[in-house]
């Protein structure tokens, strides 16, 4: 059994591996961004005494859950064109991950939150502080640097879900990979290639955003 | 849209049969290895961990479409050269298998790893071997530690099976793709299946809490 | 005869089917040093907190400064105020806790001045002002800057009383601030309180610190299950001990 491993065939096609896999970043920084703001609204309407509130959040983080990202992504790309919200691949991918962003972000903001001690907040009362100030200059300062880890854990796993996008034909990585692998039936230069990057990277990002989480520990 | 629904249940039948299939298959053969493989991880010695842990590093620092695509066409070449053909369906359920026991083993580590080693020290003092240390005080201590987040793993296999749409195993999504090509309606047919994943996933996680219950002291 | 600071009527307050003050009168005028004593349970926490109105009361009236707070009638019921006038009758009264509730993630200065700032629109500069005199004269002018994980336990609290003071409330509430520190730490922090007195600040203090109670206040109330018991100097109180619930109470405490 010879296989004739080609490295000509990587270095041919290792530019658009790169791109793929700065787009699957891109894709993944802002999905997280939009995710970050429905997660605080959520978390804020989770947490409310409002039961309408309430139920909304949580129906929202459930059912964005439990349903597979690909069939979310399908239901995005080609189920709303029918009522008539048509989005071209990259944004209907990006617009699919934001809210499956959000849905995880909403438990993670939810658990920050509710961890803060009762008398910090009834402190904040104490010397005047309206809701809306309690929330801004309290809540959510103490509340961001206890998620960071957990976010920016999340980031790496959104990275790896941006994979997904090669099933509606957006240009990431996994889709260059399998491109590849289909036309020129090399398989080993493709995959190997393609795990060898994902590795990378998520151990780049991994070893980056532990040191950034360093210099951000401020001294409390 | 209830009608077609109705007429579609044939095939969707095949679909859920599949998907059931390959779900048990990947949450067994997964729990198995991996809680072997977190034995391994926890106890062993540098030399026996390291292909383990480079096995679970390596699957777990790739997207699981990735494991998913390398083992279909690597290993179906492979097999293919020695004469094996081996069905999108057996790839599917050993790519998933792969992925599962790679989550359950670091699981199953951590839970080991997180029992203070007094407590093998103490049933060393009441003359007990390591096997039997293992089985009636690590491993029941650990069960406890496991379970919530290998429910949450049982949850991402049943969403992972999605995934082998994408390898043409004729599981509930790709039949949704054949029902949209015949009669259009995209929106109806994958919110349907959507929906019936959501249902599954949700008896998952309610069974869940009650074999927490069962089994916490 | 000057108007009392405080004036409580009649309160009563329930948590569901339990009674947990019944009409509790009580009157404080301006530098007045009162302390509450009792056993736990007995409500006195509880009363604080409805003052500071960070509780509900069911029954009976509280009037700060000559303004009934909390409370008002609207078309003939017993309705409270709203979430806005409730804020603006709270700054009225400042109070310290047992547990502090510093901000974590604000310095000392920070967390003595957010109020200044933002709920009684102080200018950053001048609020800076007052929040380090009052720092510095709770001892701490050194650690302005320092985060509360790094005091102690003690610098913590002598922080959250200049936090409550700055806002220049009528009175003072203490609620059993050194029942959660170390017996090294709490001189420093009765002696900010004593220093208070002496400087005329109009205070309420529930306490276990029967000598200090005994020392600095000028009247001295024992709750018991919910009701004032006895009211009175600290001579008639501590020394005299007319009650014999009070006097089993005081034992305790080797008095």
Redesign the interface.
Known sequence: MIYYFSFRVIQNNIGDMINGLGLGLFIAVISLFFGIILGLIAAFAAVSSNRALNNIATWYTAFFRNTPLLVLIYIAYFGLPEVGIMMERNASFIFTLSFYAGAYMTEVFRAGLQAIPKGIIEAGQTIGLNRFHICWNIQLPIMFRYVLPSMSNYLISLFKDTSLAASITVPELTYFARKLNVETFRVFEAWLTAAFLYIVTCYLMAYLLRKLERKLRIEW | MFRSLYNARIILRIGAMNTITVTFFAIIIGTTLGILFGFILCYGNKYIKFPFRLYVDIIRGIPGLVTIFSIYYILGFLLSRVGINLTNLESGIIALSAFSTAQVAEITRGALQSIPKSQIEAGKTIGLHFDKIFVFILFPQAIVQIIPPWINTATEMTKGSTLLSLIGVSELLLNAHQLVATNGRALMYYMFIGLIFFLINTLIQFLGKLLEKKVSF | MTDPVLKINNLKKWYGNNKVFEDVCLEVYPKDVVSIIGSSGSGKTTLLRCI?L?EEFQGGSIILDGNEVGYHIVNGKRKRYS??VI??Q??L???V?Q?F?????LTALKNVV??LI???HIDKLEAEKIGIKWLERVGLGEKLHS????LSGGEQQRV?IA??IA?NPKIILFDEVTSALDPELIGEVLNVIKQLAKDGATMLIVTHEMSFAYEVCNKVIFMDAGRIAAVGTPDEIFIEKKLPRLKEFLTTFNV
């Open positions: 500071i960070l979430e806005k804020s603006s709270r700054i009264t400042g109070i806790f547990s509730n510093l901000f974590p993630h957010l109020g933002k709920a009684k985060y509360p994980s790094k959250a936090r409550a806002m």
